[in-house]
């Protein structure tokens, strides 16, 4: 079993990960985004309960915040190994580059996105920053109401609590390394 310091800190990186807001969780868990917050900082423990209903409102089970993970210091991630998590209706692939290191600050991913797929009209939010290394194609990235378009070897580096956004701009699939703190989870 994890601590709550533990169990919180995961809460908070899937949920900020997702995009999600205190109030998101609230309205969807019927759970106070006070309370959620106490939870994610570590100050209070949560009901079995409350733990459920978080998780159910994150699209997760409970053992992803409370089973214990085998970590270390070091993390290594063979190409054939990544974890994965499409998103079929913009045309995007997310692969993780690391794992199970405890409590990461920061997330490191390969994002692949497929051409003539437009992303939905809708941008993240958050704190935090992000960075992006093209490495394929032409990818056009949006930050408020600013566009970017960034060819192979370009990069941009942003803080991501204005309205952002990315999209495949190219006629060929474009690959991104993308680095975002608070970590971004798989």
């Known amino acids: 079993m994890e601590t709550r310091n533990e169990i919180g800190s995961r809460i908070k990186q899937f949920r900020l990960a997702r995009s999600l807001t205190l109030k998101d969780i609230e309205l969807r868990a019927k759970v106070s985004a006070t309370h959620v917050s106490e939870i994610e900082r570590g100050m209070t423990s949560p009901t079995v309960g409350a733990l459920a209903k978080i998780a ?7 053992a992803y915040f409370v089973e214990k993970r085998n970590v270390s210091n070091i993390s290594v991630v063979r190409k054939n190994e ?18 199970d290191l405890p409590h990461p600050k920061i997330s490191f991913l390969e994002v692949e996105l497929e051409p003539g797929i437009a992303r939905p009209e809708e941008t993240s939010t958050h704190d935090g920053e992000e960075f992006a290394l093209v490495t394929k194609g032409v990818m056009e990235i949006i930050i408020g109401e600013e566009k970017y378009i960034l060819k192979e070897g370009d990069s941009i580096h942003y803080k991501a609590n204005k309205p952002h956004a990315m999209r495949n701009i190219g006629d060929a ?12 989870s798989l």
């Open 82 to 99: 990544r974890r994965t998590m499409q998103f079929k209706d913009w045309g995007a692939t997310y692969f993780s580059l690391t794992k």
């Open 173 to 184: 699939r474009c690959r991104a390394i993308w680095v975002t703190l608070p970590p971004f």
């Open 56 to 62: 159910k409102a994150m699209g997760t089970d409970v």
